[in-house]
């Protein structure tokens, strides 16, 4: 009973974790749908009830867009906590990072994020070997 115990707890500490820096429309469904992709940008709306929070988890360099007014909270990862408020039509740029959000309101609230993709590197190209002079005199 001890080993099984102790294996639950290890299998735990590996993946919290990796939970805790997710996708928050794989770990939030609820409150972020995915609205529009493609290559450069996704643009997720994010919804939440009066008094709703979500979890831990990460955005990408982003803009966001109120559509209503909001008032909110964000927990980060190292315990420290910011108050947020916004008036619908404001906008804000939103430095990747990771967060839970809360709705601290009595209103539900609604965002518009347009998140930026950053490009994928290609491998540096190798650099042309010098030709040899095969004509020495």
Same mark, same amino acid.
């Given at each position: 009973? /001890?080993?099984?115990?102790?294996? $639950?707890?290890?299998?735990?500490?590996?993946?919290?974790?990796?939970?805790? +820096?997710? @996708?928050? *429309?794989?770990?939030?469904?609820?409150? %972020?749908?995915?609205?529009?992709?493609?290559?450069?940008?996704?643009?997720l709306?994010?919804? %939440? &009830?009066?008094?709703?929070?979500? *979890?831990?988890?990460?955005?990408? !360099? +982003?803009?966001?867009?109120?559509? #209503? @007014?909001? !008032? &909110?909270?964000? =927990?980060?990862?190292?315990?420290? #906590?910011?108050? $947020? #408020?916004?008036? +619908?039509?404001?906008? /804000?740029? $939103?430095?990747? &990072?990771?967060?839970?959000?809360?709705n $601290? &309101? @009595?209103?539900?609230?609604?965002?518009?994020?347009?998140?930026?993709?950053?490009?994928? /590197?290609?491998?540096? +190209?190798?650099?042309?070997?010098?030709? =040899?002079n095969?004509n020495?005199?």
């Amino acid at each position: 009973m /001890r080993r099984v115990l102790s294996l $639950t707890f290890f299998v735990l500490a590996l993946a919290v974790p990796s939970v805790l +820096a997710q @996708d928050p *429309v794989k770990v939030d469904s609820k409150h %972020y749908k995915v609205e529009f992709e493609n290559a450069k940008v996704r643009v997720l709306r994010v919804k %939440y &009830g009066p008094h709703e929070k979500s *979890v831990m988890h990460r955005h990408p !360099n +982003a803009f966001a867009i109120f559509v #209503t @007014d909001i !008032n &909110g909270k964000f =927990t980060f990862p190292n315990g420290t #906590t910011q108050d $947020t #408020t916004a008036k +619908a039509g404001e906008t /804000r740029w $939103t430095p990747a &990072g990771r967060h839970l959000p809360e709705n $601290t &309101g @009595d209103q539900p609230f609604e965002v518009i994020l347009v998140e930026l993709k950053t490009p994928k /590197r290609k491998p540096a +190209a190798k650099p042309a070997s010098a030709p =040899t002079n095969s004509n020495k005199q």
